[in-house]
């Protein structure tokens, strides 16, 4: 049997902690549920990770940086019309294949909003930066100004509720957005 690398064990606990924590949340999910989900034993999880929070912000920050990293390649050698509509239809993409990502951001805001309430601005600072990282990505391939991007960013935080909800593509509400078919027949499917 070849042992795994601390490295890899990390790796382990985020990939089972974005299902544990997308699920129950942060204030829901229990370090014993991620060490179970993983196969090691929670102190074990204690030497990899200093805490639960240590967990949590590492899920959070992997989830922004692979949607920002989503943006991008989407974007590449696009501008205008063309690339707002490759960014919309790859984030559609990235929450249709991997339901957990569209589950955990709507936790990583429900854990930032109960956290800056409770005075602790750690989670607000990381999570404010990682979508900043994704507003920038985003305004940089659109060409756009801020209020473009805000219109695009309102759109795409519409679509997260709306799919959590679990409004289906057929539902009148869609027909509200400006988005194309191929988005509603994803998000719907």
């Given at each position: ?5 601390a ?13 544990e ?46 949607t ?7 974007s ?9 509509e ?25 854990a ?9 601005h750690?989670?607000?600072e990381?999570v404010?930066?990682?979508?900043m ?29 709306l ?25 719907g499917?």
């Amino acid at each position: 049997m070849v042992r795994m690398s601390a490295e890899d064990r990390r790796e382990s606990v985020i990939r089972a902690a974005t299902a544990e924590f997308a699920q129950g949340g942060y204030h829901g999910t229990s370090t014993e549920a991620i060490a179970r989900r993983v196969g090691v034993s929670q102190p074990y999880l204690f030497r990899l990770f200093p805490g639960k929070k240590a967990i949590f912000l590492a899920v959070a920050s992997r989830c922004l940086d692979e949607t920002r990293e989503v943006f991008e390649a989407a974007s590449e050698g696009l501008e205008g019309e063309e690339a707002k509509e490759a960014l919309a239809e790859a984030y559609t993409r990235l929450v249709v294949e991997d339901p957990d990502k569209l589950q955990l951001q709507m936790q990583i805001y429900v854990a930032v909003a109960a956290a800056e309430a409770a005075g602790d601005h750690e989670f607000g600072e990381m999570v404010r930066a990682g979508w900043m990282g994704i507003w920038d990505t985003a305004q940089a391939a659109l060409g756009a100004d801020a209020d473009e991007v805000a219109t695009f960013m309102g759109h795409g935080m519409l679509i997260n509720c709306l799919a959590a909800m679990g409004f289906t593509s057929e539902h009148r509400v869609w027909g509200a957005l400006d988005i194309s078919a191929r988005v509603k027949r994803e998000v719907g499917s």
